[in-house]
T-cell receptor
Framework: GAVVSQHPSRVICKSGTSVKIECRSL??????MFWYRQFPKQSLMLMAT?????????EQGVEKDKFLINHASLTLSTLTVTSAHPEDSSFYIC????????????FGSGTRLTVV | AQSVTQLGSHVSVSEGALVLLRCNYS??????LFWYVQYPNQGLQLLLK??????LVKGINGFEAEFKKSETSFHLTKPSAHMSDAAEYFC?????????FGAGTTVTVRA
């Protein structure tokens, strides 16, 4: 079945630094990738949707300059948290899909970001 | 826009008992519906999905769900709960190109 690899699984960084999270579809070409943020005991909050080769579409209230998303190929998307602050600490999950969801959505294993 | 509502944020069952998780959807078009499971500090794993065809969908780990258009429901069931079923469960509806998630239901299993 479809596999999405997300890396790193855990990262601790200092306030003011930037962190990059990678999301790769290993055995399929992902026409669309999604980035979610999940707070403890809550559902997934969609941050942005990205299509290969085009700019990401951000959800209302998500800072584009803080959460930089690049989708340079059909198998790789990256999320960079710039100038991280403790309030950016969270669980970030990526997802990839083909064909507007007809073939389903495959999720990465998530990244636990802690900003100290 | 499509949306889902999960009834009950927390369900507690005894090992061996029926697991029933409720999900109702709202969609202006024929929906694609999904159930995912999430274990602590992990991503989401697909349990099953409905796109078209047979309304009773069988998934992994003994779970199944039935699409009922007249009731706009897609409830998830498992006849006999196992300790390993303790997790967070999310119902979702395709809202192209994205997924819209329910708030989630936490399942605990009592020995």
């Amino acid at each position: 079945g479809a596999v999405v690899s997300q890396h790193p699984s855990r990262v601790i960084c200092k306030s003011g630094t930037s962190v990059k999270i990678e999301c790769r579809s290993l055995d399929f070409q992902a026409t669309t990738m999604f980035w979610y943020r999940q707070f403890p005991k809550q559902s997934l909050m969609l941050m942005a949707t990205s299509n290969e080769g085009s700019k990401a579409t951000y959800e209302q209230g998500v800072e584009k300059d803080k959460f930089l998303i690049n989708h340079a190929s059909l198998t790789l998307s990256t999320l960079t948290v710039t100038s991280a602050h403790p309030e950016d600490s969270s669980f970030y999950i990526c997802s990839a899909s083909q064909g507007q969801g007809l073939y389903g959505y495959t999720f990465g294993s998530g990244t636990r970001l802690t900003v100290v | 826009a499509q949306s889902v509502t999960q009834l009950g944020s927390h369900v507690s069952v005894s090992e061996g008992a029926l697991v029933l998780l409720r999900c109702n959807y709202s969609s202006s078009v024929p929906p694609y519906l999904f159930w995912y499971v999430q274990y602590p500090n992990q991503g989401l794993q697909l349990l099953l999905k409905y796109t078209t065809g047979a309304t009773l969908v069988k998934g992994i780990n003994g779970f199944e769900a039935e699409f009922k258009k007249s009731e706009t429901s897609f409830h998830l069931t498992k006849p006999s709960a196992h300790m390993s079923d303790a997790a967070e469960y999310f119902c979702a509806v395709s809202d192209p190109p994205r997924l819209s998630f329910g708030a989630g239901t936490t399942v605990t299993v009592r020995a």
